[in-house]
């Protein structure tokens, strides 16, 4: 058989294909939405950023309040928590959870990631907890693919899952 017979050709788009969908899949990151629960009633507006999550929390932070959310900083949660005299060990204490409702706070977003060598985020875990009802309200789990992406593009992709 040689390389220029037809039955060749018709082999040669479907390996194409083959190919294109592999290397995609093995490009992509992956978001995975965590729990499916109904809307949420009356909706969350405002969201505070745990401070645990440093500057990549304040990150995805920017990119909520572009889509509307009032968002308060890692460093306006942390004011809020060190003024009010709570104990700031656990950001889901009910004491923590109580004080960001009393100021108007629907719900607290938890963010914890993993870097690579190279300093580009690997994995990133974000959980949203809401004040009033003291419960995990939805979530996200991201990871980096072999098309890395870098700390701002990763915030905002992670802030669009979550939106």
């Not at 009356?42 to 509307?68: K, Y």
Request: hydrophobic share 45%; aromatic share 4%; charged share 15%.
């Amino acid at each position: 058989m040689s390389w220029t017979t037809p039955e060749t050709f018709r082999a040669g788009p479907f390996l194409a294909l083959a190919l294109v969908g592999l290397l995609s899949g093995c490009a992509a990151n992956r978001v995975i939405s965590i729990g499916h629960l109904p809307s949420i009633r009356p909706a969350l507006t405002t969201i505070a950023l745990a401070p645990q999550g440093g500057t990549f929390a304040d990150l995805i932070g920017m990119a909520l309040a572009t889509q509307g959310y009032t968002i308060v900083d890692t460093g306006g949660t942390l004011a809020l928590i060190v003024l009010t005299h709570v104990p700031q060990d656990d950001p889901l204490a009910p004491e923590v959870m109580t004080m960001l409702q009393e100021r108007g706070i629907d719900a607290l977003l938890v963010v914890q990631k993993t870097n690579d060598a190279d300093g580009l985020p690997r994995t990133v875990q974000v959980r949203l907890h809401s004040t009033a009802s003291r419960i995990e309200v939805g979530g996200v789990d991201w990871e980096n693919g072999w098309f890395r992406r870098g700390t701002l593009e990763s915030a905002q992709e992670i802030a669009a899952a979550i939106s």
